[in-house]
């Protein structure tokens, strides 16, 4: 049964760093492609960041360049998502998924992901 479970959501500072943690069992992450995404209150759930499985490089939205970070752990089976500088805009739900063909997760584009975590509440308030 594929499953992802997020966490390392928190309250922070603006200013403040926080690292998420996406772990996945049934299924070995180095096979997908996977992306952050988030939706904040009333808003549409955006893509935050992606590693591709093909390339292994991330891709970034323009709003996190050069303060997230996302690096993968083969051997935990686990994608991180180092924030830094955390804006008060940065507060939403972060969701990781999986997207097994490749074809969605680099453009940052929710739709068509395959699999989804149920979330971790991220809240960047001082």
């Known amino acids: 049964q594929v499953q992802l479970v997020e966490s390392g959501g928190d309250l922070v500072q603006p200013g403040g760093s926080l690292r998420l943690s996406c772990t996945a069992s049934g299924f070995t992450l180095a096979v997908a492609s996977i992306g952050w995404f988030r939706q904040a209150p009333g808003k549409e759930r955006e893509g935050v960041s992606c590693v591709s499985s093909r390339d292994g490089n991330g891709y970034y939205a323009d709003s996190v360049k050069g303060r997230f970070t996302l690096f993968r752990n083969d051997a935990k089976n686990t994608v991180y998502l180092q924030m830094n500088n955390l804006k008060p805009e940065d507060t939403a739900v972060y969701y990781c998924?999986?997207?097994?063909?490749?074809?969605?997760?680099?453009?940052?584009?929710?739709?068509?992901?395959?699999?989804w975590g149920k979330g971790t509440l991220v809240t960047v308030s001082s």
């Open positions: 998924a999986a997207d097994f063909d490749d074809k969605n997760c680099i453009f940052l584009r929710p739709d068509g992901m395959d699999y």
